[in-house]
């Protein structure tokens, strides 16, 4: 019998929790489910600061964040709120609209107009999966464990029995927050 532990990352947009597993090969039988005594509800959000830029008119690449001002560590999902006489207000998120790398923000679509209105928040969610605070009781008798591979969710664990045997058809997979390890009939 193995034991499957699950990794645990963390969405930086959105505090999400993701439980990843994998199987030594496709057509490991899932034997057992390993309930979680206590779970973890999400990630502690920081909300750090908000601040406005000057972004000067015409269109930019990109902006300078003052040097009295706070950097923001990159990758860890700032939002930035942007207006001008050509855009309309729109919210960027890091990494998709725009980068970050020590003090200079550089846009993906350069910043076009004037009279520009530019807010950045730097509200992140702590990625560190070992910060995460498992405080959430967890009930055998009231319980369902699932398990997501290839777009299917599964039912591992409902209301005290093992609901399936599974036969995994992909090495890899996603479990929710209830399930701690998986066990195969692989040695």
């Given at each position: 019998m193995?034991l499957?532990?699950?990794v645990t990352?963390i969405?930086p947009?959105t505090?999400?929790?993701?439980?990843?597993?994998?199987?030594?090969?496709?057509?490991?039988l899932?034997?057992g489910?390993g309930?979680?005594?206590?779970?973890?509800?999400?990630?502690?959000?920081?909300?750090?600061?908000?601040?406005?830029?000057?972004v000067?008119?015409g269109?930019?690449?990109t902006a300078?964040i003052?040097?009295?001002?706070?950097?923001?560590?990159?990758?860890?999902?700032?939002?930035?709120t942007?207006e001008?006489?050509t855009?309309?207000?729109?919210?960027l998120?890091?990494?998709?609209?725009?980068?970050?790398?020590?003090?200079?923000?550089?846009?993906?679509?350069?910043?076009?107009?004037?009279?520009?209105?530019?807010?950045i928040t730097?509200d992140?969610?702590d990625?560190?999966?070992?910060?995460?605070?498992y405080?959430?009781?967890?009930?055998?008798?009231?319980?369902?464990?699932?398990?997501?591979?290839?777009?299917?969710?599964?039912?591992?664990w409902?209301?005290?029995i093992?609901?399936q045997?599974?036969?995994c058809?992909?090495?890899t997979a996603?479990?929710?927050?209830?399930?701690s390890a998986?066990?195969t009939?692989?040695?």
């Open positions: 193995a499957i532990i699950p990352t969405n947009q505090g999400a929790i993701v439980n990843t597993i994998t199987v030594d090969t496709a057509h490991d899932i034997t489910v309930l979680r005594r206590h779970m973890c509800a999400g990630a502690y959000r920081y909300n750090d600061f908000t601040l406005s830029l000057t000067a008119d269109s930019q690449a300078t003052p040097a009295g001002d706070p950097t923001p560590i990159t990758g860890k999902g700032a939002t930035m942007i001008s006489s855009v309309a207000a729109t919210t998120i890091e990494g998709v609209g725009f980068t970050i790398s020590g003090k200079t923000i550089t846009f993906t679509t350069p910043y076009l107009g004037t009279g520009k209105v530019t807010t730097y992140y969610y990625t560190n999966a070992a910060n995460l605070v405080d959430t009781p967890v009930y055998a008798s009231n319980t369902m464990g699932t398990m997501t591979m290839g777009g299917v969710d599964i039912i591992l409902n209301e005290g093992l609901a045997s599974v036969h058809w992909l090495t996603t479990v929710n927050g209830v399930i998986l066990f009939d692989k040695n």
